[in-house]
């Protein structure tokens, strides 16, 4: 299966704690985004990668949340002292980009976390 | 900035019967506008797109057109399928931009 993987699908931790997230974008891919996704919501932007370089990041994404992607292949996104509103399903896409030019994003299962 | 709106579901049908999903959209510039789909215990997958103002987009019975005069993008089937049960989410994207803005879904469920 070459699409999106994300591990693990499933983390519960407590608060406080910290967490990270791995996702392996489609090989040939050079951007790579990851949305966060709470119930009864569509997706929403967390931030997103062209190769290694981190390019735009949400408000959403406060102080406690990092993600890298150090050599342009997977990436993390850690979250720091989690909270119980940090809950949610976090997804990752990847999508090649040429130019000026953004193809269609492909989604991966997602990471759902639970804080309790 | 970029917004989506879908009609409020949930939304129950029978097998057959003729299926129509709202989206408008308010976006600066020109976007490209999607549906994902949502099944049981899976991720969002892409259904269509259509990426300038009359173009429809097409997959698996489903289609949309981009109607830039009302900035609608309404997804219709003519006869919806058990299996077509799942949640469906339109989205845009705008310009230089490269995030995805999607709406909060919608369910949809297909009783036999």
């Known amino acids: 299966d070459t699409g999106v993987s994300q591990n693990p699908r499933h983390k519960i931790t407590k608060r406080g704690q910290n967490v990270t997230f791995r996702c392996d974008p489609i090989?040939?891919?050079?951007?790579l985004y990851w949305y966060r996704q709470t119930l009864g919501q569509g997706p929403e932007f967390l931030t997103y990668?062209?190769?290694?370089?981190?390019?735009?990041k949400s408000r959403l994404l406060s102080d406690r949340f990092s993600a890298e992607r150090p050599k342009g292949s997977f990436s993390t996104l850690e979250i720091q002292r989690t909270e119980q509103g940090d809950s949610a399903m976090y997804l990752c896409?990847?999508?090649?980009?040429?130019?000026?030019?953004?193809?269609?994003?492909?989604f991966g299962p997602g990471t759902r976390l639970t804080v309790t | 900035g970029n917004s989506v709106t879908q009609m409020e579901g949930p939304v129950t049908l029978s097998e057959e019967a003729f299926l129509t999903i709202n989206c408008t959209y308010t976006?600066?510039?020109?976007?490209?506008l999607f549906w994902y789909v949502q099944y049981p215990g899976e991720g969002l997958q892409l259904l269509l797109k259509?990426?300038?103002?009359?173009d429809k987009g097409s997959n698996k019975g489903f289609e949309a057109t981009y109607r830039k005069e009302t900035t609608s993008f309404h997804l219709e089937k003519g006869s919806v399928q058990v299996s077509d049960s799942a949640v469906y989410f339109c989205a845009l994207l705008a310009g230089a931009n490269s995030k995805l803005t999607f709406g909060k879904g919608i369910t949809l469920s297909v009783r036999p």
């Open positions: 896409a990847s999508s090649l980009a040429l130019g000026q030019e953004s193809y269609e994003q492909y």
């Open positions: 976006a600066t510039g020109y976007p490209s």
């Open positions: 259509a990426t300038k103002a009359d």
């Open positions: 090989s040939e891919h050079n951007r």
């Open positions: 990668f062209q190769n290694e370089a981190q390019l735009e």
